[in-house]
């Protein structure tokens, strides 16, 4: 049997150029990306600070300085500090589908300045908390934040960018977030240095500013021309838009293709209920599994619990926060390296390649950890230092593959029709996963040891199956004709009308 991956382009190509309109404007949308890396390398540091777990969790800081009986690995093990991490993310699953609603019937636009304000209020919360319920309630504001903007940017730079960069544009979201968690990293190895003990403020309260600069930025970013026809069924507003961003006056045939995907989209009346019918079956399965699997690959371990991580290897309080920092920068780097040759690779290669660098290194930190790290005593240091390095080419594989890949796929694939609701759905699912993995993982370090890289390499295994028989390549296919690519996939086209979906030839 072949394998249906090798789906040709119809060869269309619109007319236009990269602006500095629309690069401003992608820029502007993108950097919602910061504010959701910053509360995961931000959350990370500050619970592994003493003076911050001395004044919201006092059982940990005990059980951490005090209980010498007590494994290495379980010394964090605590359901409240899970919380405070976890809270967020259940805020922003419930929030998402509100935003689907704001982005459909609004906008792309409003949504991303709901997310931007929100999340101001909550960092404001919890740089100023007193208590454990305050700093909670700040954590439930910067999650419908992340719900807002995670659904809609990643809809505004798609209908924003070039068909032909869509990959590249796309992959700066992905950027935006390791911009984001690179500076929770610095701030944190800053802050903990304060004398007084009162640095974790800085840390929590500094998520104001990206969240500052998105949500006025997005004041002056224009609505994309697709929102447009679809709220206002405004052609001529629709065009002149189109002319702005593109850079030329010849943008008819991307506009009929609008209307046309506008007009398919009206036809809707209950996306959520539409998206279950069998020709969308294709894009349901991926609007689930796409962000499944990229929480799944272990990443958040890393990410969010990165110096806590280390603190249970043996690393001090600043050594663990500097490490983390220099992973963070590894996965910025790689990250930048996919932005050139996601649309001239394209997509299944560097999930391929990616996958097999998460593969082996997280089998690597497992054998090692198993062998070198026992439940009372530190690691020797070159064995650690083996374990960062391992860690950084783990993440150099996430940062070429599940990173930004698997934003820009589930930006790509669904038409207008049901573009905000399978959306909202993969925000969901991508906020699901995280709450459940920040809120079990580590009770998981406790209980499976270093068996829990054994566990997330086995995932990242599967999801590597899956993109080699199931996933087709969306490169060079121009957004609105997205549809066409599983007519021609050997398993998907069985759901898919062939007629409706055959692409013509190049």
């Known amino acids: 049997m072949a394998v249906g991956v090798a789906i040709k382009s119809d060869g269309k190509q619109y007319a236009g150029k990269i602006t500095w309109f629309v690069l401003l404007s992608c820029m502007i949308a993108a950097s919602g990306g910061i504010i959701f890396g910053y509360d995961v390398g931000v959350s990370g540091g500050v619970t592994s600070m003493e003076p911050f777990l001395r004044k919201f969790f006092p059982g940990v800081y005990r059980k951490m300085k005090e209980d010498k009986e007590i494994s290495n690995y379980c010394k964090f093990d605590s359901q409240l500090l899970t919380s405070f991490t976890s809270s967020l993310y259940i805020a922003g699953l419930i929030s998402s589908f509100f935003a ?111 969240a500052a600069i998105l949500a006025f930025g997005a004041l002056f970013v224009p609505e994309t021309p697709s929102s447009l026809i679809q709220i206002n069924d405004d052609h001529n507003k629709a065009r002149k838009a189109l002319q702005k961003i593109r850079g030329t006056n010849d943008v008819q045939d991307e506009l009929d293709d609008l209307i046309e995907a506008s007009y398919a989209s009206k036809a809707i009346k209950h996306p959520f209920r539409n998206l279950m019918q069998r020709k969308y079956r294709p894009q349901l399965v991926m609007s689930v599994l796409i962000p499944f699997f990229q929480q799944i690959t272990g990443i958040n371990v890393i990410s969010f619990y990165a110096p806590i991580l280390f603190l249970t290897i043996g690393s001090g309080e600043s050594a663990s926060l500097l490490s983390a920092t220099v992973t963070g920068v590894v996965g910025s780097t790689f990250t930048l390296i996919t932005v050139v040759l996601v649309d001239k690779l394209g997509r299944r290669p560097l999930f391929h390649f990616g996958g097999v660098q998460m593969f082996v290194s997280q089998m690597l930190i497992g054998g090692i950890m198993a062998v070198k790290l026992g439940d009372h005593e530190a690691m020797e240091k070159g064995y650690a230092l083996a374990v960062l390095i391992l860690i950084c080419v783990y993440i150099s594989g996430f940062g070429l593959s599940w990173g930004p890949l698997g934003w820009v796929v589930t930006s790509e694939i669904f038409p207008l029709e049901i573009r905000s609701a399978a959306q909202s759905i993969v925000v969901a699912v991508n906020l699901s996963m995280t709450f459940i993995i920040a809120q079990v993982f580590l009770a998981m370090l406790c209980h499976l040891k270093s068996g829990i890289f054994f566990f997330f390499g086995a995932w990242v295994l599967l999801m590597s199956v899956f993109v080699y028989f199931l996933l087709p390549e969306t490169k060079d296919i121009p957004i609105e004709k997205m549809d066409q690519i599983w007519g021609e996939h050997f398993f998907w086209k069985r759901f898919v009308s062939h007629e409706d979906s055959k692409l013509e030839a190049a």
């Open 100 to 210: 689907a609603l704001v982005t459909r019937d609004y906008g792309r636009k409003p949504s991303i300045i709901i997310g931007g304000v929100a999340y101001m209020v909550g960092a404001a919360l919890g740089g100023a908390a007193s208590n454990i319920y305050v700093l909670i309630i700040g954590r439930i504001l910067l999650g419908v934040g992340l719900g807002f903007t995670n659904q809609s940017v990643p809809l505004y730079l798609s209908e924003m960018a070039p068909s032909k960069y869509r990959g590249a544009f796309n992959v700066a979201f992905q950027i935006c977030v390791s911009i984001g968690y690179n500076s929770a990293t610095l701030i944190n190895y800053g802050t903990v240095k304060i004398k007084g003990g009162w640095g974790w403020r800085i840390s929590l309260a500094m998520a104001g500013v990206p």
